[in-house]
């Protein structure tokens, strides 16, 4: 002020002119600042703020309705505001903006991954007080909720197409007082407000798909009650689960169902009593009747009139049978068989026809290893994406899902974008209302590629979508519904459509299957462990009175262990293999061999009895138990006899054995079916044979005796033949002759009556004397006898 003074009191010249320069510079210095201020971009917030500019503020956009507008609507969008830097946000504000159309799919993903603000994508504000919400104060961490509503006219939206909307909020910080784009989140706004003049053919398939439930183990009543590995699977089916959203929701869409029928098995045996197994091995039972019985009729309701897919039985994983279940022969046999009983159970359950002619492998990813084993049962569709079998004829536009493969086969190959869509997390509501507007946009953008092309495009979803991604599906498909630009189609028809010439139809290389899906497999072990337990579960069922009670509950579990539900799970695999495998040899043990003690034989012959024991609830045939002597010229035992015990019983078989020698025989049992392939573990068991009786030898002596005096005998009359020849005449020596012929005969008769004499016995072998097996007099009791535990 001093200074100021002093220059207002000067009058001279140079005083005058040196003023005026220095204000002139104060002014230019003035100006520049403002011109820099105004020409430069909003500036950040202070560093000591975590988050900074644009994105200072979190803008969440919750809902958006309607998802594709009409001329005449108003679009409502509502949403959350959260201020995450460390100062409070003033006078601010939350409006709409709408930026320019996108020109390409690829465009879409660019747009999507954006973060920040920029102006020129994301456009102009809608303006006026009316368009948008005021502001005054928004603390650090404060969330606060928004509802922008704006007639579609307001948006001034020029021709169809899918346009950039984004909602912002504009407003000042502490350090930094002028407004500014402080926070922004983007979605799209597909605008076909009439239909179009070529709509693409959609079809969605909507998978009902779990991971298995029930044990190989039944319980042994007449029902053979289920026992399941847990209870989760209520909590599917109940309200507000996986599986019953999948079904609620699906029931009012146009979609083919695509059902593992494993699981309409599982959920049938819930409806009924089904036990729990526990940790421990024991069981309790299961209380969810109600729940699975609802679940079904619900399902019944939701696919009559529609197309259903059945895959094969439990899903099996077609990629790991081609990798690596081709080394463990026989494995590949299991999917004729499955796809057999997919059809049974489907239509006995929901009393409808399913198609068996779709596989679907993993991801749709496949190679021409995975082909040839998914068409090997019977299908020759195979269920592919489009980053599996991919375009390389730079065609710009998405052609037809169908495409000729070779040999009679299809590969109908779904959307990947599409596919994909709806993998995240969805449980949060602006994570679904993005989805479900990106897939909406890109939809709108296949049919736009080529207006006037008729297509028909396939999406094939994750396979076991969770509660809150079926209702991001189903919410999509809803946005769809007023078929502006696209119309539902059956996957069959699907299948069948036109092929596209100039679209890609060879099958990739087996070098070319994913790295990522590939460590993901089930190994050989796995196949070759199911192969092991087929064949024992084969040797075991022949000698079954009713097999079925085995046949079914195991094999279906075989077949279970092949799932592709174990990807991921290579712990819960094995030990549902070993499960399996213990289970039928539990089983198979309970037909076996009593052991027996060492037995003593005192004669020449005796029954030797051994005992087979039944321990299953059904009988057993079909068997034969033969018994070996390690000496055979020492102790015969006989011929094999049949086996036919009734259940829970024993049978005591009883062997006529003759013993030729004395000495100790070492005797293996073995039971073996009517083929001669042994059951089970041999039984082997010490025989003595430890002396021939005084009857015996009495024989032997009286014979040895006989023998002599006959000869004696022989000899002396020969003496008195001789001498009396040689003095009486001849006429009379020929009268003598006739008691000769009489004494000749008698001698004759003796020594063929009379019993052969054994061979010398041998000396007594060693061993130890227990329980006698005494000679028996009468018959042998028959075979057959059934002894009650």
Do not use: C
């Not at 950039?164 to 989140?185: D, K, M, N, P």
């Amino acid at each position: 002020m001093a200074e100021a003074a002093q220059f207002q009191g000067t009058r001279s010249a140079a005083a005058r002119r040196w003023l005026r320069h220095t204000a002139t510079a104060l002014v230019g210095v003035v100006l520049v600042a403002g011109t820099l201020q105004l020409s430069s971009p909003a500036p950040m917030a202070h560093a000591a703020d975590n988050a900074v500019g644009s994105r200072t503020v979190n803008v969440s956009i919750n809902s958006l309705t309607p998802a594709s507008p009409k001329k005449n609507d108003t679009l409502t969008v509502r949403g959350t505001v959260t201020n995450e830097g460390r100062s409070t946000i003033t006078d601010a504000h939350v409006g709409l903006r709408v930026g320019p159309t996108l020109n390409s799919r690829s465009a879409i993903d660019t747009a999507a991954k954006r973060t920040g603000f920029s102006a020129g994508p994301d456009g102009r504000e809608i303006g006026g007080k009316k368009r948008t919400v005021q502001i005054d104060r928004l603390p650090a961490g404060v969330p606060r909720d928004f509802s922008l509503q704006v007639p579609v006219e307001d948006l001034n939206l020029g021709d169809e197409g899918i346009y950039q909307l984004a909602v912002s909020l504009t407003g000042e910080t502490e350090r930094q007082r002028f407004q500014q784009v402080l926070g922004i989140e983007r979605t799209f706004l597909p605008w076909q407000p009439s239909k179009a003049d070529t709509r693409t053919k959609l079809s969605f398939v909507w998978p009902l798909i779990s991971t298995t439930r029930l044990t190989a183990r039944t319980d042994s009543d007449a029902q053979q009650t289920p026992i399941f590995r847990d209870d989760s699977l209520a909590s599917e089916l109940g309200p507000g689960g996986r599986l019953q959203q999948l079904v609620a929701l699906g029931s009012d869409l146009p979609v083919t169902w695509m059902i593992d029928p494993d699981l309409l098995a599982t959920v049938d045996a819930m409806t009924k009593s089904y036990k729990i197994e526990r940790a421990d091995g024991t069981t309790t039972a299961g209380r969810n009747q109600t729940v699975a019985k609802q679940w079904l009729k619900d399902l019944q309701e939701a696919v009559d009139g529609r197309e259903v897919v059945a895959l094969p039985f439990a899903d099996p994983d077609l990629a790991s049978l081609a990798h690596r279940g081709k080394k463990a022969s026989g494995a590949l046999g299991h999917l004729k068989p499955a796809t057999d009983l997919a059809s049974w159970t489907v239509e006995t359950i929901l009393a409808t026809k399913p198609r068996t002619d779709f596989a679907w492998p993993v991801e749709g990813a496949i190679d021409s290893s995975v082909v040839d084993v998914a068409t090997s049962a019977g299908a020759h569709r195979v269920i592919t994406r489009s980053d599996s079998l991919r375009e390389t004829a730079g065609l710009p536009y998405t052609p037809t899902a169908a495409r000729p493969i070779g040999g009679g086969n299809t590969a109908v190959v779904a959307d990947a974008r599409l596919s994909t869509a709806f993998e995240g997390d969805m449980s949060g509501a602006e994570s679904t209302t993005l989805a479900v507007q990106q897939f909406l946009a890109q939809t709108l953008m296949l049919t736009m590629q080529a207006p006037g092309k008729q297509r028909s495009i396939v999406v094939a979803p994750q396979r076991m979508p969770g509660a809150s991604q079926a209702r991001a599906m189903a919410e999509a498909l809803e946005g769809l519904q007023g078929s502006r630009w696209t119309k539902p189609l059956d996957l069959g028809d699907a299948a069948k459509a036109k092929p596209d010439p100039d679209a890609a139809t060879r099958v990739p290389h087996t070098a070319a299957y994913p790295r990522s899906l590939r460590k993901q497999e089930l190994p050989t072990e796995a196949f070759e462990d199911a192969q092991e337990t087929q064949r024992a579960l084969e040797g075991f069922q022949v000698i079954l009175s009713r097999p079925e009670r085995v046949v079914t509950p195991i094999g279906n579990a075989i077949m279970r262990e092949m799932s592709t539900s174990w990807r991921g799970d290579a712990r819960g695999s094995t030990v549902f293999r070993e499960s399996v495998r213990d289970y039928l040899t539990d089983l198979s043990q309970g037909v076996q061999l009593v052991q027996k003690s060492p037995q003593t034989m005192s004669g020449r012959s005796a029954t030797i009895p051994v005992t087979v024991q039944n321990k299953l609830v059904q009988g057993v045939e079909g068997l034969k138990l033969v018994l070996t002597s390690s000496q055979p010229n020492r102790l015969d035992v006989g011929e094999g006899q049949p086996i036919r015990i009734e259940g829970e019983h024993s049978q005591s078989v009883k062997f006529d054995t003759t013993a030729n020698a004395n000495g100790t025989v070492w005797v293996t049992a073995q039971l073996t079916t009517d083929d001669g392939t042994p059951y089970g573990a041999p039984m082997t068991f010490k025989v003595k044979v430890t002396e021939i009786t005084s009857t015996v030898m009495l024989v032997l002596a009286g014979g040895v005796l006989l023998l002599v005096l006959a000869g004696i005998r022989m000899y002396t009359q020969r003496r008195r033949a001789a001498a009396a020849e040689a003095t009486e005449p001849a006429g009379e020596t020929d009268e003598a002759e006739e008691p000769d012929d009489t004494s000749d005969t008698d001698e004759t008769e003796t020594t063929e009556s009379a019993e052969p004499g054994p061979e010398a016995p041998q000396s007594e072998q060693q061993g130890d004397v227990t329980s006698d097996t005494a000679p028996e007099s009468g018959e042998a009791s028959g075979t057959g006898e059934k002894v009650d535990r």
